[in-house]
């Protein structure tokens, strides 16, 4: 399997991959330069989809986890889906409308557990993270999220038996369900998202832990990349042609810069055409700060007064997309994206929220939830205001769908916080959790697979 380096993308200094776990350019931690992305760049210039191997790992040539993968077996690893649209591409008058689909389907054999396509991200960056510790202990996982990807993380540290420690929000909690019992430690923030981000940062500082840096980790990135390298390079789902456009909901945008970062690998393949897809990411008003940004023309976002902001996310619909401090100006991030691919950005209204959501029930046959809406209402902005044409070729990524179905279905399990805590209450944290528990080096060698394109060891 194909080797990678990291590569920065404001200075292009390289890193390689396996050498240890890695989030910025050097020059940037000694202030040479401002925040940039690190992004893969692979040995292996043209995919082999590798339909042997269980979840995302069929992109394992483009995938940052070096030779290795997980397969927690018995357990389910979800895959990315892709179809072509009837119901909503004939209501919205488009002749080439495709849906990335990440969520609970079983009519057409989808089960993601967590409904969403966190799950992509969580595969790839546990493999990420810990082959830079073989053959000796690993830090355990410290994540905040909103709800999405700490589900992921729950489901998947729970299989392969890691220890766990997520900062969540309050209002994400509603989140954190699965089919089965859990234990990880929880912290419940009594603020926003970017609350529980910054109580975790402190927390990780204080007992000599490691962040999995959120969009900066390359590997949360590689694995959100395969939505995109799945609805073109897949033999019987994929196009076998790049897209004209892509339109996703975002809140840290890591999803879209990841869909991006694809759309890179396949012009570069040259099998799959030369079309530069425009990314389109939409947000949920009145909290849309790259929105906002991005129509004023800054460099960065738009200063909002931690009061206003606060009301502002308490008034959103779809709170997974309710990042305070998301990546706009970084080299390679989201004003990068947009700027490069001739992208947009989209605000969408509560009330149209919800009529998308009822217009993709009625016409595709599936519930999806609020994040996922707000992309459907940013395509039928761009239909209305004749910024995509009918007869392009379109995808949409839908991630959070299916989970009506999937609650009347079996046993739902609610996860439940260890503590509830103000903003900062570091001192509550650190009594609470005492000595967090490492990951055996056993632990790690018995869970990462190694693969060389012919053997499985």
């Known amino acids: 399997m194909a080797s990678f380096l990291l590569r920065c993308t404001r200075c292009g200094k390289q890193y390689d991959g396996g050498g240890g776990f890695r989030l910025r350019c050097d020059d940037e931690v000694s202030g040479d330069h401002g925040p940039a992305l690190l992004r893969p760049v692979y040995e292996r210039k043209q995919i082999q989809v590798r339909m042997e191997l269980p979840g995302i790992f069929k992109f394992a040539d483009w995938l940052p986890t070096g030779p290795y993968y997980i397969d927690p077996a018995p357990a389910h690893l979800g895959e990315p889906y892709c179809y072509r649209s009837t119901g909503l591409a004939r209501r919205l008058g488009l002749e080439n409308l495709h849906i990335a689909f990440s969520g609970y389907w079983p009519e057409r054999k989808l089960n993601l557990v967590t409904r969403t396509f966190k799950e992509f991200e969580v595969q790839a960056s546990i493999p990420f993270f810990l082959q830079s510790f073989l053959g000796r202990e690993a830090p355990p996982f410290i994540i905040a999220s909103a709800g999405n990807t700490a589900n992921s993380y729950n489901y998947h540290t729970h299989v392969l038996g890691l220890p766990l420690y997520l900062f969540v929000p309050e209002s994400g909690l509603g989140n954190l369900l699965l089919p089965f019992e859990t234990h990880p430690v929880i912290v419940a ?3 926003d998202y970017t609350d529980a981000i910054l109580l975790a940062d402190e927390i990780a500082d204080r007992c000599e832990l490691l962040r999995d ?22 033999p019987t789902q994929g196009t076998q042609r790049l897209f004209d456009h892509y339109f996703q909901a975002v809140g840290s945008a890591s ?19 030369d079309t530069v897809t425009q990314i389109h990411m ?8 790259i929105f906002k940004a991005w129509k004023e023309g800054r460099k960065d976002l738009v200063p909002v007064p931690a009061e206003e902001a606060h009301r502002q996310v308490a008034a959103v619909t779809a709170g997974v997309l309710t990042n305070r401090k998301p990546p ?8 990068d994206v947009l700027a490069e691919s001739n992208g947009a950005a989209w605000e969408v209204s509560n009330e149209q929220l919800f009529h998308g959501a009822r217009m993709f029930r009625s016409l595709e046959g599936i519930d999806i939830g609020p ?15 004749g910024r995509v044409n009918p007869s392009d070729s379109i995808l949409l990524h839908i991630t959070g769908g299916g989970r009506e179905i999937q609650y009347t279905e079996g046993k739902v399990c609610r996860a439940r916080p260890t503590l509830r805590v103000k903003p900062g209450d570091i001192a509550s944290v650190l009594a609470a959790i005492g000595k ?12 990462l697979h190694r693969y060389d394109g012919a053997t499985r060891h």
């Open 282 to 289: 939409a947000q949920n008003a009145p909290f849309a700060p």
């Open 436 to 447: 967090p528990e490492p990951i055996s080096a056993e632990r790690i060698s018995r869970i």
């Open 371 to 385: 994040a996922a809406a707000v992309a459907v209402q940013a395509l039928c902005q761009a239909v209305e205001a």
């Open 255 to 273: 999803g879209a810069i990841a869909a991006w970062e694809g759309v890179q690998l396949l012009l570069g393949d040259g099998r799959f055409g």
């Open 328 to 335: 706009f100006g970084p080299a390679g991030g989201i004003r």
């Open 189 to 191: 923030v009594e603020g």
């Open 213 to 234: 840096g959120g969009v900066l980790n390359a590997g949360r990135r590689g694995g959100m990349s395969a939505v995109m390298l799945n609805a073109v390079a897949h």
